[in-house]
Structures are given as structure tokens and as C-alpha cells.
């Protein structure tokens, strides 16, 4: 084989008590995609970024071409080709494709001149990603799919010669994810090298040359494409014996509606929803897939009774629980698990405590025990299994997967009769994702319904009882699981309803 | 010892070397000696019960306005609005003392005091109800509104209640015992020093131990959030308004009635902004801003005695307090900086 273009050897790094990487090495070849596998906290992130030159190894060291090299900074590990495209994006949502481009050139002036070599020089790439896209569009108006592309074209723009992609399928829609997967493979054929960070094995399955998977800060396994099931992938990521059976839940206990949504409407910053209308029987799971953007946040906080409705109603078990002013406030039954959750869920600068206490804070004494609190808030901590257990953290402090989970606990530890759930594993690994599922299903069996706004074909369809298409605010269709395919829900997602086929 | 305790005290040498660092310059620059000075004004200060009680005196409004500061920043609101309540709450217990000039002491100034406290809730809770409605920014809000009412005293002390036995000079009649504040050990420290304390421990203990402070704490990190926990941000808001207010608008009828003696011009000398000071010095704590403002008023109270016995005007003693916060923020910030770094 030859000569690597990177070469990580032994490299290890802790954060305080917390091991991230434990004598890690690795080989990136030019002209292949390499898939670093691996749950939430296994390192691949935190491994990436020392590659990138963002943390600095404790040990170990980086070979560049043969020749160790020791990155400052990214800009050190830039100017050696590497550049990382990470989840969060670094894009000025105010300006324009172009400017944003322009701006991210090596040696961009402080005044920027449009002289035609210069942009030409900033398009190349964005040229050949998104052929379709104007350069003169805002970055706001950008959908996150086109955003990904732009930060990409950025990180090739550079010169890079190995692309580190994190996690760069979780915020896609499954159509952007095809073609991710096309320019991934691609850029492989042109000879660079891209590091797929991922924790989907259909990541995996679709671009991966080569396979190295991470537990514990630990490489525990490598593989090239062919030569590992999805099980044995799956068993090597989370541990052997580890991954239990997930039972779909259990069947509708009956039709008496409990939950009837009657021509719902609504807006949030110029988003609207309008005629929205459902009902939910005990212990029905109504799922509601679109392409994300579509209204689904708005559907949400409406239902949840955070903002204002604007003409319908929603009524639980004969209880109003719509809200009609814009100091609205989310009835005691119901469990909400937004989206975003840093933004939409937690307190970032207050503890994890008083994070987890909040939804019965209204029920606490006057003067409220600290210990009781912590008590409680530590129990949560270790049964729903949210790293690091310390509940004095602020909750800015956690991972989004752990800020996931934090707010799965506190919402699905209570008795809800109405469950909302928001995208409820983004961000989850397979086993933590599992067990979010199972405490939905807890719920389920015991006569609360869920509205479960998802992504995930696959998931939808194997666990929803209904599945609805939300397009432009608007509900599209609705079909059972046993009578949905693909097909249907995807041309529902494109916007073509029934009648207008 | 833990780091936030190291932090505060490395902050506090660190602003006093600053400071005495700082004035001894500017006094030196002035023609003064500076350490002798700077000796003069701690004795004139804090140095018999006479010095002693005329710092009390001046910390009084000091401490109150702070507290109406502290309180809205516990739910990320910035205020800036003390001297117009305390003017406000001045003019409202005034109107009282004018409408019934020869009421009895036990209705007459529980009336004045209470209407006082009033009028400068309906000034702040206005503020907050725009704030909590209308979403108008509070900060500016509320320093606007300090000009309406300062010169809303003016207007009725150069019309309407203008006394007619004040030969010309613009001021209401002269408030009657009756509805005098009592002022405590003979000196002229009064009973708004003790609401003080008292209002400093009450809001400590209710926001650092209470619901009622998880629901600030919530709400001003994040008030989505809030409205998901069942706290009303609209209500909130109202509530450490108007009560902020109250006790700035009771400062201000109590410096009327106990110290000026009647409503006048010059009712202030800055006490509600030197509180906004107070209690960014005091880090936003009630129990902090107690001490601190007693050392502020220390330091006017000196300003003054200066003055008279040492013929340094007494605006050195605005410029000295200047460099105090100057030193104090400063260095606080340093401090922190430096911990976070090397800590």
C-alpha cells in the first residue's frame, strides 16, 4: 500500500477525569473515504479536532507526507491541506454565497474587490457541488442541505487535500443525503482523502472504503467495506451483548379519541400552519414525516400550547390546551420534547438540577428543598444514562446528545397523556436511541399518544401506528403504517397530494 | 478556599491598590497631599459618630436604588431607572402631604411613605409593562422616563405647589411632623436606612432560597423555557418592577420628608444612578450592595466635609468615586479573566 498522507499514531488526549482518546492511530489514504464508526462520546470527534489542530494531543503524534508535524491552531493544519466541515456551520447568514466564499480565501483582504479571477477562484468548487445554486442568495435563505454544500465548497476552496466531514448526514433530508453521498465518493475518485465521521451505518454502507470504529476512546476495530455484516458493525460499535431487542409497540388499545385537533393555524416568525386537523386514540402513535422547515417546529409549539393559536383548537381528554395569548404555558400532562433542544428545552446557564426540575417547578414549596431536587435530579441522571453524571454541570456544558437525553428524562418521567417528540434521537446513538424509544412505547402502553415529528422514514414506518406528511404547514395525507410505502410519503413530501396527481 | 472566593478577594486588593494608586495621583495633580487627604476623608468618613451617621445618611437612598437595580437583573433586565422613581415616588407622597397638610401622624405618614412607595412602582412596573407587552427595551425606557419625572417635580414645585411663604423659591410647603420620618439616635438617620437592610435581607433570602428565584433564574436564561416550567414572563417582569420601584420610590419620599423637609429641586444628587453603580459593583447581590453603598456614601459624605473644612471642591470627591468603580470593575473583570486562564 502506499505511502499514507496522514498518519496518527498513538495519540491520546483526556479531559480532566475524562478519557477522549486512549492510544489512538490511524491511516488516511489519499483517494478514499474513511468512516470513523462509533456511538456518541466513543472520540472520533474529539480525535478529528486534533487532527484539525483545534485540541492539542496529550501524546502521540501526526505524521503530514511522512514528516511529523505539529498543528497550533486549524490554521497550521489548514496550510497543510486538511480542513473539517463541522455539524455546526460557520457561515455570516446575513451575506451572500459569494461574499461568504470570497471571505474564507486564503489571504483575503480587509476590502474585498470582485475582480473576476478572485471569484471565479471562490465558485470553482460550488460550481461543481451545486451547479444550481446562485451565489448571489443569502446564506439565510439557504436551506441546510445548500449550507453544507457552501461550507464544503469553502473547505475546497482551501486546497485541502483531506476533508473531514462530522456527522454530516444528520441534518439532512434523505434526498440531500443521496447526493452527499455521490460528491463524497467523487472527491475520493479525485484523489483526495475525506474522513466521514458517523455513527449511521448507512453512512457507512454507502461510501465507506475503509472502516475504523472507536468505543471508548479506543479504536476497537477496523474493517474495509465488504468484510463486516451490519450487525457485527453494530456489535463492535456499542459492545458485545449490549444491544437489546426493541418490541414495536403495542397496538391501539381502542378509537375513543382522546386527542382532537380540529383546523388548526398558527404562525411563528412568518412560518404558518393552517388546517391542521387529526385525532389520536389511546395509545396511538401518530407520526409526522416531512422535509424539515415545512411547519413541523410550528405544529409543535402550537399543539405544546407555547405559541398562540390562530384559529382551531386543540383538545386533550376535553381540556382546551391551545393557548391564545403569548404568555402561553404547556398543560401538566403533556410531555414536549422540542427540536434544538439548547435552544427550545434547557436553561443553558443554570444547572442540570434545576434543568431537570423545571417542568414541576410550579408544583415546588415556597421555599424548595435542595436536596430533594438533587435527589431527583440524580436518579434521572444515571437511569437515562446523561454523561457527564454530575448534576451541578450547567447545562451548556453537555453534548447535544446528552442535552437530548436530558431532556427525554425529564419529560418522559412524568405521567403525560400527550406526548410531542420532536426529532427525539437526533443527535442519539443506537443504544441511546433505543431507549428513547422504549420509554415512548412505556407511555404508549399505558394509553398516553404520541405525535412524533421524524425524518426517518424507516423509523416511522416501523413504529407509527398513522403516518401524516406535513407540506407548506400543511397536512398533505395521512395513512396507516400497514398501507404506507415510500413512494406514496415521498411524493406527499415533495408536495404532490392525491387529488393533484 | 474555592477559586470563585480567591477570584473576589484578588479583585478587591487588586481595585483598592488600584485605586489608592490612581487617587493619589489625581490628588497629588490637585496640589493636595495626597495621603493626608486620603486620611482626612476616611476620618470624615467613617470616623466619629457624627462622620459615621452623615455616611449612613447618604447611603440610605444609595442602598434602595441599588436594590430597585438588582432585583430586574435577576431577570436579566437592565434598569437605569432609579432617579426618576425616587424623583416619582417623591412627587406622589408629596401630593399627599399637600392634600392633607393636618392629617394625624399614625394615618398621615403611613399615607406618604406608602404613596411614595407607590408612585415608584407605577413609574418602574410602566417601564415593565412596555418591557413585558410591548417588548420596549427597558434600559432605554426607563432612562427616559427619568427626565419626565424630574421635570414633572419641577413643574409642580414652580406652579401648582409652589409654597407661597417660600418667598420665590421653588419648593412645596414644608412637610408637618406628622409626616416626617423618624430619624433614629438623635442623628439624622432615618427609618429608610432600616427598610433598607431589611428589604436587602428579605430579597436575598426569597430569590437565593425561594421558587420564586428558580423562576427568575429561568426565566432570564431562557424564557421559552420559562413559559414551558408554568413561569409567566409578563408577570414576572410586572412583579421585580414594581417591586424595584417601590423601593426606590420609598427612598425618594423619605429623603423629602426626613432630609430636605420638603419636595425641592436638587432632591437627588445622582443617588439613582450611584445605585445602578452600586449594584454592578455589588456583582447583582442584595446582601453585597449593603456594605458597599455605606462605603459610597462614605465616600460623598467625605466629599462634602472636604469641602467645607479643606476647601478641595467637592466634586473631587465625584472624581474620586469615579476611579473607585472604575478600579472595582476593572479589576473584578481582570481577576476573572485571569482565573479562567490559569485556574
Known amino acids: 500500500m502506499s505511502l499514507p498522507l496522514v498518519k496518527m499514531s498513538a495519540i491520546s488526549k483526556t479531559f480532566g477525569p475524562v478519557i477522549a482518546n486512549d492510544d489512538v492511530s490511524l491511516e488516511i489514504h489519499a483517494g478514499e473515504v474513511l468512516a470513523l464508526l462509533g456511538e456518541n462520546g466513543a472520540g472520533k470527534s474529539t480525535l478529528m479536532k486534533i487532527l484539525y489542530g483545534f485540541y492539542r494531543p496529550d501524546g502521540g503524534t501526526i505524521q503530514v507526507d511522512g514528516s511529523v508535524a505539529a498543528f497550533a491552531s486549524p490554521r497550521d493544519a489548514m496550510a497543510h491541506g486538511i480542513g473539517m466541515v463541522f455539524q455546526q456551520f460557520s457561515l455570516v447568514t446575513a451575506l451572500s454565497v459569494l461574499e461568504n466564499l470570497l471571505a474564507a480565501l486564503p489571504g483575503a483582504p480587509w476590502l474585498q474587490l470582485r475582480r ?92 465507506a472504503d475503509r472502516i475504523t470504529i472507536m468505543r471508548g476512546g479506543k479504536v476497537v476495530d477496523r474493517a474495509t467495506k465488504c468484510d463486516r455484516s451490519s450487525d457485527a458493525l453494530v456489535e463492535a460499535m456499542v459492545g458485545v451483548g449490549s444491544l437489546g431487542h426493541l418490541d414495536p409497540p403495542a397496538p391501539m388499545r381502542g378509537n375513543l379519541p382522546i386527542l382532537r385537533v380540529r383546523n388548526l393555524a398558527a404562525e411563528v416568525q412568518a412560518r404558518t400552519i393552517s388546517s391542521i386537523s387529526f385525532e389520536l386514540a389511546e395509545g396511538e402513535i401518530f407520526g409526522i414525516a416531512g422535509v424539515s422547515g415545512n411547519g413541523q417546529f410550528v405544529l409543535a409549539e402550537a399543539l405544546a400550547g407555547l405559541v398562540p393559536v390562530t384559529d382551531g383548537d386543540v383538545v386533550l381528554a376535553g381540556t382546551s390546551i391551545a393557548s391564545h395569548s403569548d404568555d402561553g404555558a404547556i398543560a401538566a400532562d403533556v410531555a414536549y420534547i422540542p427540536e434544538r433542544p439548547l435552544d427550545n428545552a434547557v436553561v443553558p446557564d443554570i444547572d442540570l438540577c434545576l434543568n431537570l426540575a423545571l417542568r414541576t417547578a410550579r408544583d415546588l414549596a415556597f421555599f424548595p428543598s435542595r436536596r430533594n431536587i438533587e435527589d431527583r435530579a440524580s436518579r434521572l441522571i444515571s437511569d437515562y ?68 415529528i421524524s425524518e426517518d422514514l424507516d423509523d416511522l414506518m416501523n413504529y407509527a401506528h398513522r403516518i401524516a406528511v406535513i407540506h407548506d404547514g400543511r397536512i398533505v395525507g395521512i395513512v396507516r403504517r400497514e398501507e404506507a410505502d415510500r413512494q406514496t410519503l415521498g411524493r406527499w413530501m415533495a408536495g404532490y397530494s392525491e387529488e393533484s396527481v | 478556599m474555592n477559586g470563585a472566593d480567591r477570584v473576589r478577594l484578588l479583585a478587591a486588593c487588586g481595585g483598592s491598590a488600584a485605586f489608592l494608586i490612581a487617587a493619589a495621583i489625581f490628588l497629588a495633580a490637585i496640589g493636595r497631599p495626597p495621603l493626608m487627604t486620603l486620611g482626612q476623608m476616611a476620618l470624615y468618613a467613617f470616623g466619629d459618630s457624627y462622620s459615621l451617621s452623615e455616611s449612613l445618611v447618604k447611603a440610605t437612598p444609595i442602598l434602595l436604588c441599588a436594590l430597585a437595580v438588582i432585583l430586574p437583573a435577576r431577570l436579566g433586565l437592565i434598569t437605569v431607572g432609579g432617579e426618576g422613581q425616587l424623583y416619582f415616588g417623591a412627587l406622589t407622597g ?52 427619568n427626565y419626565v419625572a424630574v421635570l414633572l417635580v419641577n413643574y409642580v414645585i414652580y406652579g401648582a405647589w409652589k409654597d407661597p411663604a417660600s418667598l420665590g423659591w421653588p419648593a412645596s410647603i414644608a412637610f408637618p411632623p406628622a409626616a416626617t420620618v423618624p430619624s433614629l439616635f438623635g442623628t439624622r438617620v432615618h427609618l429608610g436606612l432600616v427598610v433598607g437592610v431589611i428589604a436587602a435581607l428579605i430579597l436575598h433570602v426569597g430569590v437565593t432560597y425561594g421558587r420564586w428565584g428558580i423562576a427568575l433564574r429561568v426565566l432570564s436564561g431562557n424564557r421559552k423555557v420559562g413559559a414551558m416550567a408554568g413561569f409567566s414572563f409578563v408577570r414576572q417582569t410586572l412583579l421585580v418592577m414594581t417591586i424595584g420601584g417601590s423601593l426606590a420610590g420609598f427612598a425618594g419620599i423619605c429623603e423629602t420628608s426626613a432630609i430636605q423637609g420638603r419636595l425641592q429641586a436638587g432632591l437627588s444628587v445622582g443617588y439613582g444612578l450611584t445605585g445602578f453603580l452600586v449594584a454592578w459593583l455589588s456583582g447583582q447581590n442584595f446582601l453585597r450592595a449593603v456594605p458597599i453603598a455605606i462605603l459610597i456614601g462614605g465616600l460623598i459624605a467625605a466629599g462634602d466635609a472636604l469641602q467645607l473644612y479643606s476647601k478641595v471642591p467637592s466634586a473631587s470627591a465625584t472624581i474620586l468615586q469615579g476611579m473607585l468603580f472604575v478600579a472595582a470593575l476593572g479589576a473584578r473583570g481582570l481577576a476573572g479573566r485571569w482565573s479562567s486562564r490559569y485556574g
Not at chain 1, 164 to 184: K, M, N, Q, W
Not at chain 2, 108 to 113: Q, S
Open chain 1, 116 to 207: 473576476r479571477p478572485r471569484v471565479a477562484e471562490a465558485l470553482r468548487w460550488l460550481h461543481r457541488l451545486a451547479p444550481n445554486l446562485d451565489p448571489q442568495r443569502p446564506v439565510r435563505s439557504l436551506s441546510v442541505g445548500e449550507r453544507q454544500l457552501v461550507e464544503l465548497a469553502k473547505v475546497l476552496n482551501l486546497d485541502a487535500r483531506v476533508i473531514i466531514l462530522d456527522e454530516p448526514t444528520s441534518v439532512l433530508t434523505p434526498a440531500e443525503t443521496e447526493r452527499l453521498y455521490g460528491f463524497i465518493k467523487s472527491l475520493a475518485a479525485d484523489g483526495k482523502a475525506v474522513v466521514l465521521i458517523t455513527h449511521k451505518l448507512a453512512d457507512v454502507a454507502a461510501c
Open chain 1, 385 to 452: 444514562d446523561v454523561r457527564p453524571p454530575q448534576s451541578a454541570l450547567l447545562a451548556a456544558a453537555l453534548s447535544g446528545g446528552n442535552l437530548q437525553k436530558l431532556v427525554v428524562a425529564r419529560e418522559l418521567s412524568r405521567r403525560p397523556r400527550l406526548v410531542i417528540a420532536c426529532y427525539p434521537t437526533m443527535g442519539l446513538d443506537v443504544l441511546a436511541s433505543q431507549a428513547v424509544y422504549r420509554e415512548i412505547f412505556r407511555h404508549v402502553a399505558t394509553g398516553a399518544c404520541v405525535v412524533w
Open chain 2, 94 to 145: 408629596t401630593a399627599i402631604v399637600v392634600s392633607f397638610p393636618n392629617g394625624p401622624m399614625f394615618l398621615l405618614l403611613p399615607a406618604v411613605l406608602l404613596a411614595g412607595a407607590i408612585g415608584g412602582a407605577f413609574w418602574s412596573g410602566a417601564a415593565g409593562f412596555l418591557r413585558a407587552r410591548c417588548n420596549v427595551n427597558e434600559t432605554i425606557s426607563t432612562l427616559l422616563m
